[in-house]
């Protein structure tokens, strides 16, 4: 989301969790939900692609600083020395570059509602994925909360202006960029991964800023205006390493459900602080996907109740 929890960080799920998990994890959706959505208006007049460039160029340097700090260097080089996982990287880096172009896009247009609706609806799409490039088997409460989930995005473009493609593209480029990452194992940690790609997407932007020359503002709007796009690496980077601090701490279920908090902490800003219209069809596009989600949660509490992991 704008940078948000990676597709199987969390893996301690056998841990019995300790008194930081969920303040941890609660610091690192707080930062998701409304750091992001009132940190990036600040950006301006720098657009979403200039933007992105800063990101993507201060959240390798911050990136690298954190691996100097942890001294694990060492993961970095055994990612790099692995064509396959750098070649997997680099989609995901392609993908996360979209997601996060989008989301502050999405943001700066005073859009974050269906920023908050992609999001929402990521766990759904990423249940679809799993029926059309896994070949998995959905139970029919999965099917269900797919139906609801289709259902919100026509509800929404037909009664709202079209078809919400914020919310679609952010759907669907963070459950691919899921699936993915789950291609390389659980043997890339997120802030390994996170560098490496990064470090891909690194040229790309740095070409960009320079094409954009005299237009860049990083050197033309003060010395406060250069900190802040600066900042963007702290404020991509530290929610992610507070998230698998937490993950490492924390029960996989309990994960799950705090995912939900970052879409839900945005709807609120959006319509609490930003006052963004709520017309009734995107309320009832909303209700869709919400009782599309509250499906999802009860079949996968009844699944997991029926097929208790072994001790």
Known sequence: MGGGP?????????HRPDRWGLPLGFAAFL???????????????????????????????????????????????TILTSPRTVGTLAIASALIVVNWTVYVYGVLTERLLDAALGYFLNPVVTVLLAVLVLRERLRPAQWVAVG?????????????????????????????????????????????GLTVETLL???????YL???GEANTFADHGPGHAALLASAGIITALPLLLFGAAARRLPLSVIGMMQYLAPTLQFLVAVLILGEHMPPARWAGFALV????VTLAWDALRATRRNPRPR
């Open 6 to 14: 990676e597709h199987g960080t969390a893996h301690g799920a056998e």
């Open 31 to 77: 930062f998701w939900g409304i750091g992001m959505p009132l940190f990036f208006p600040l950006l301006e007049p720098a657009g979403a692609i200039e933007i992105i460039a800063q990101r993507i160029l201060w959240s390798l340097f911050f990136c690298l600083l954190a691996l100097l700090a942890i001294r694990s260097l060492g993961e970095l080089r």
């Open 148 to 192: 609801l989930g289709l259902a919100a995005v026509v509800v929404i473009a037909t009664g709202v202006s079209g078809l919400p493609w914020i919310a679609v593209c952010l759907a669907l480029s963070f459950s691919v960029y899921g699936l993915v990452k789950n291609r390389t194992g659980r043997s890339v940690g997120a802030l390994p």
């Open 201 to 207: 997407a690194a040229p790309v932007a740095a070409g």
């Open 210 to 212: 320079i094409w954009l």
């Open 290 to 293: 919400w009782a599309a989600i």
